[in-house]
């Protein structure tokens, strides 16, 4: 039997894998849930397998130490998770960590040097020169990750209590988010005290719906979105980056509200980050040292 390489990338939200024979041929693609290790290590793993079995399964493949894995991970910057990780037991033959935007940058520029901002459920700005990394912001919910849409949901979130209180104007928007708590501001605060990122987002498609009504409280949250991600970008260009891919749930959608400066920098990226994770695969682009 031949060998395999799978790329993996893993949000806070969703974990995708998909897998590729030597020649690159693909073979099999499938999603489970978030993989996000700050938010836990074994359920991380849990998903992660999870989604590679599937996507074997696809690919009819049975015996999973043919796989090199390469994963693209939310919080692997986070030394001490990356590190609780990847001491975890596996089956795969080979298995390189990195972050989701290394891997989403690997991709988009197959492995060139170029950057990317990435504003999903998170964000996170990265430049790749010469094999050296350049990172801005991505150091995660609540204190980071601005232009993501946790960020925009927990935002979102405080501004609908602020209407509540008459502090400032309500709008269909606050209306919506009230009547999806059942108007219970008790509910609200305590569904807040075990809320994760991915619970703040789920927010984000209703403004953008609303904001394109021109509802007032949708249009000043895109907006300010729009300004936390332009300052990603133009922090990518004073750092070097002349050509910069957006990517991400946020980041596609929002392109329209950057400044003509922003969006000036901005190219398609070539592949997406499973294709990234992949080239990972084929190498070792780990972040941090390790050896089992």
Known sequence: ?????CGVDGGGTSCRARIVDEQGQFLGEAKTGSANIL???????????SAIAQAAEQAGITDLSTLSVGLALAAAEQRSAWQAFMALPHPYKHMTLNTDGYGA??????????????AGTGSVGIYLENGQQHVVGGREFPISDQGGGAVMGLRLIQQTLLAHDGLRTSSALSDHILAHFNHDLDAIVEWSKTAKPRDYG????????????????????LQGSADDVERLILGLNRKGATQIALMGSIGERIVRWLSPAAQSLLVKPQADAMAGAILMARGNHNLYPFSR
């Open 1 to 5: 039997m031949g060998n395999f390489f």
């Open 105 to 118: 940058c690997m991709g988009a520029f197959s492995g060139d040097n170029g950057a990317i901002v990435i």
């Open 202 to 221: 789920q927010f984000s498609p209703t403004i953008f719906e609303l904001a394109m009504e021109r509802d007032e409280l949708a249009m000043e949250l």
């Open 39 to 49: 938010l836990g290590v074994e359920l991380a793993m849990e998903n992660i397998q």
